[in-house]
């Protein structure tokens, strides 16, 4: 789950010319890969700035809008402020990759319905995202 808030981070990245992460001495290479029809307006508009593939959809306005708004952001920084804000970033980044494993009776299904409880049952289309996930495997 997270995938809004890693593509928000993977696009923030981007935008300030983050290409690489270091943790705990490894060099990471930022790769962004989605299995959608999508995929060629996120890499050719998004990431590199240079796509005309227009905005036919809802994902696409939401990438756009996003763009625009972190790029503006980023702008309004200066000099100074986009380097410490680059500095903070690269020192202070972390991301928690946990595993689940079935033997203790965990499912994916149930840490999803866990994290994404808002004390309202998920929608039909929220459960049909981790089927969808559990299709995949």
Excluded: W
Excluded at 15 to 27: C, M, P
Excluded at 81 to 107: C, H, M, P, Q, S
């Amino acid at each position: 789950d997270g995938q809004q808030r890693l593509t928000t981070l993977f696009v923030s990245l981007k935008i300030l010319e983050i290409n690489n992460l270091i943790i705990d001495g490894q060099v990471y290479h930022l790769d962004y890969s989605i299995g959608n029809p999508n995929k060629d307006f996120f890499i050719n508009k998004i990431i590199e700035g240079n796509g005309h593939e227009k905005i036919i959809n809802c994902y696409r306005k939401n990438l756009d809008n996003l763009k625009k708004n972190l790029s503006k952001r980023v702008e309004s920084y200066g000099e100074e402020g986009l380097t410490a804000l680059k500095a903070f970033l690269v020192e202070n980044l972390i991301i928690d990759v946990r595993y689940i494993d079935n033997e203790d009776g965990i499912t994916d299904m149930v840490v999803f319905e866990t994290l994404n409880n808002r004390g309202k049952p998920l929608s039909i289309l929220e459960k049909l995202k981790i089927k969808k996930l559990n299709l995949k495997r």
